[in-house]
């Protein structure tokens, strides 16, 4: 997952609002947008290279979404960083009880965010730079920095998550992740890998011939419980592969 959207709103009818999209190598086999056989009342497309997700929902409220770091500067190391939303997904610890024991075992993971959430908090972990911390109600955005690293395509998504939270539906959320525009070099972040690298990564929505957002997910969760979840697939230049929805 590379850029996630949310509002998150308590005490309101709609508490969360997330728009999210997965941006990773086409041919790394995936699973859509599923109910897990071998994890009762987990919802979530799975990683079929390393048997993980990137988002999903659980039992109680549960939810959990994870963005890796962009630093070429470290090798890949450790275990399948998707794991720890289905450790959560699938667990009983409370957001922030699981959180400060991922935090623990950091080190067995390369770089990551996490959010993790119920019905009652909402909580985000970036090893790196401290603790576990149970967020406060607002507009955030998250992509392979930090929370709230100003990246330009983050700014963008909230921006856009903000002017339609009046009247919010899983359709204006998938448009507004479908946002093909390129950020002008100037105000390009510098993560290592090169100029050109950064402009085809620059925008909301990517569609190259190898690489891509593979998955946009819009998330609405009700006050009273009741959560609509919708993924939206696609294929190499961005083509649309087909859609799942669920009412949970």
Not at 48 to 60: I, K, Q, S, V
């Amino acid at each position: 997952m590379c850029l996630i959207a949310f509002a998150w709103r308590p005490g309101h009818q709609t508490p969360l609002v997330l728009a999210a999209n997965r941006d990773e190598f086409y041919a790394r086999p995936t699973q859509p947008l599923a109910a897990w056989k071998d994890a009762p009342g987990l919802y979530a497309g799975r990683d079929l290279e390393a048997g993980g997700t990137w988002l999903g929902l659980g039992p109680d409220g549960r939810f959990a979404a994870l963005t890796n770091i962009r630093d070429p500067r470290l090798p890949p190391v450790g275990r399948s960083r998707g794991e720890l939303c289905v450790q959560f997904l699938s667990g009983e610890m409370g957001p922030g009880e699981f959180l400060a024991d991922a935090q623990r075992r950091a080190g067995d993971y390369a770089g990551f965010n996490l959010l993790v959430g119920d019905a009652r908090e909402l909580c985000f972990l970036n090893p790196r730079s401290g603790g576990p911390r149970r967020l406060a109600a607002g507009i955030y955005g998250l992509s392979n920095a930090d929370l709230d690293t100003p990246w330009p395509k983050v700014e963008r998504a909230k921006a856009a998550l903000a002017e339609c939270l009046e009247q919010v539906n899983t359709d204006t959320l998938l448009n507004l992740m479908h946002d093909p525009e390129a950020a002008p070099d100037a105000i390009l972040p510098d993560t290592g890998v090169g100029l050109n690298t950064e402009r085809m990564l620059s925008p909301v929505f990517i569609a190259t011939r190898t690489y891509g957002t593979r998955a946009s997910t819009a998330l609405i969760v009700h006050a009273d419980g009741r959560r609509e979840l919708v993924e939206r697939s696609y294929g190499p230049h961005g083509g649309h592969l087909g859609d799942v929805a669920l009412q949970l």
